[in-house]
């Protein structure tokens, strides 16, 4: 069983800059496949990013590309997500996920990013 508390989250400007953390704690969370998805009202949750167990490889949605960055550092088992030239479109409920095989089995409770235009 893995825990995932994230934050971070809040009300930023168009333009602006935000950091999510994803603290996991449970057994073996550092060797986890870590995402990021995201959630806007009336829409779908979406795929973010993602980050391999030792950090070597990310993914990335094409609309956060070159925006968004993931990170994790395993010896605090927490996992980041830093946003920067946000749009409002952006603005979402952001989960933190993480998968130990091929889907995303535990989930945050979520972090809502707002941004005004």
């Known amino acids: 069983q893995v825990q995932l508390v994230e934050s971070g989250g809040g009300l930023v400007q168009a333009g602006g800059s935000l950091r999510l953390s994803c603290a996991a704690s449970?057994?073996?969370?550092?060797?986890?496949?870590m995402g990021w998805f995201r959630q806007a009202p009336g829409k779908e949750r979406e795929f973010v990013a993602s980050i391999n167990w030792c950090g070597g490889t990310t993914t990335y949605a094409g609309s956060v590309k070159g925006r968004f960055t993931t990170s994790r550092d395993n010896a605090k088992n927490t996992v980041y997500l830093q946003m920067n030239s946000l749009k409002p479109e952006d603005t979402a409920v952001y989960y933190c996920t993480a998968a130990s095989g091929t889907t995303y089995d535990y989930w945050g409770q979520g972090a809502q990013v707002t941004v005004s235009s």
């Open positions: 449970g057994r073996s969370s550092s060797t986890y496949i």
